[in-house]
Structures are given as structure tokens and as C-alpha cells.
Nanobody, 120 residues
Framework: QVQLVESGGGLVQAGGSLRLSCAAS????????MGWYRQTPGQQRELVAG???????NYADFVKGRFTISRDNAKNTVDLQMNSLKPEDTGVYYC??????????????WGQGTQITVSS
């Protein structure tokens, strides 16, 4: 099992930016797709952005053009740059590791989550 540790959450005003980072505990990170999910109040956990082992990215419609996912396989990290934040982006954000190199199916491992609060 791979441990995932998120950092970078916090409180920000609408229109502001935050950068989340997720560090993986094992070097096999490079062969796995990674993703960022979020759970907003009253909603189910949903995929925000994913990145394949080869670096291909995909985004939920509600973050396209605002969020950018990236990975550094040498450091075993995956980041989520969040710009133009909106109050509806408030929620708990989770880092996730997929079993294979593509963002498909359910993640194998989850981080503990980090709270993002966007004030209006």
C-alpha cells in the first residue's frame, strides 16, 4: 500500500489561488495514474483532475481553465494548482493513486484529505 500525504490546504478569498501537493511514500509512483478528488458539503466525492503515468491530463468541467494538475516522478509528488477559486470549490480535497497508468476505475489508495475553504 502506498501512503499519500496532502499539503497546501487552507482559507482563501474568492478569486485567489492555492496549490495542493501530494507526496507518495513509494517509488512505484511513476507507473500509476494519480488524481485529485473533492468532496463538497452535501455531495459525493468527485474527480477534479487526473494525470496518467505518461502525463496526460483530464479535468472535470467545473475546473477546466482554472486548475492544473502536474506530477514530478523524481520527487513522487503530484500537485494541483488552483486559480480563480470560487466559494463552491470549498470542500475536502483528496489525493488518489490508481492501480494502473490511466485514470480508470476507482483509486487504490487515498490521502487523508485537506480542507479548502473559499470565502466570498
Amino acid at each position: 500500500q502506498v501512503q499519500l500525504v496532502e499539503s497546501g490546504g487552507g482559507l482563501v478569498q474568492a478569486g485567489g489561488s492555492l496549490r495542493l501537493s501530494c507526496a507518495a511514500s513509494r517509488s512505484i509512483f511513476s507507473v500509476n495514474a494519480m488524481g485529485w478528488y473533492r468532496q463538497t458539503p452535501g455531495q459525493q466525492r468527485e474527480l477534479v483532475a487526473g494525470i496518467s503515468s505518461g502525463g496526460s491530463t483530464n479535468y472535470a468541467d467545473f475546473v477546466k481553465g482554472r486548475f492544473t494538475i502536474s506530477r514530478d516522478n523524481a520527487k513522487n509528488t503530484v500537485d494541483l494548482q488552483m486559480n480563480s477559486l470560487k466559494p463552491e470549490d470549498t470542500g475536502v480535497y483528496y489525493c488518489a493513486r490508481f492501480l494502473y497508468g490511466f485514470v480508470i476505475g476507482s483509486p487504490r489508495d487515498w490521502g487523508q484529505g485537506t480542507q479548502i475553504t473559499v470565502s466570498s
